[in-house]
Nanobody, 114 residues
Framework: VQLVESGGGLVQPGGSLRLSCAAS????????MRWYRQSPGNEREWVAT????????NYADSVKDRFTISRDNAKKTVALQMNRLKPEDTAVYYC????????WGQGTQVTVSS
């Protein structure tokens, strides 16, 4: 199993970023996918989930109505569109696949600052 995140960077408050996670090594279309984030001094927190066929999504209250999770099963990718970013969204963002264990990518840094 391999998960590779990309798309992070520095953005001003109110701006947007789109993260992407490329998956390989498992039957991507059979599993729900998740995004998590972790900021310095804090535990890793769940951000969003999308079901295996993309039909259902769920979000943490802190990102609801600002972030959108999506997936492309043909390309084996999952994305996180982040709009109206706030300084408190600054974190390393991780892609997650949960099977008999949790699999994680290496993370991508998102910094929201003026």
């Amino acid at each position: 199993v391999q998960l590779v995140e990309s798309g992070g960077g520095l953005v001003q408050p109110g701006g947007s970023l789109r993260l992407s996670c490329a998956a390989s090594g498992f039957t991507f279309s059979s599993y729900a996918m998740r995004w998590y984030r972790q900021s310095p001094g804090n535990e890793r927190e769940w951000v969003a989930t999308i079901t295996s066929n993309g039909g259902l999504t769920n979000y943490a209250d802190s990102v609801k109505d600002r972030f959108t999770i999506s997936r492309d099963n043909a390309k084996k990718t999952v994305a996180l569109q982040m709009n109206r970013l706030k300084p408190e969204d600054t974190a390393v963002y991780y892609c997650n696949a949960r099977m008999w264990t949790d699999y994680w990518g290496q993370g991508t840094q998102v910094t929201v600052s003026s």
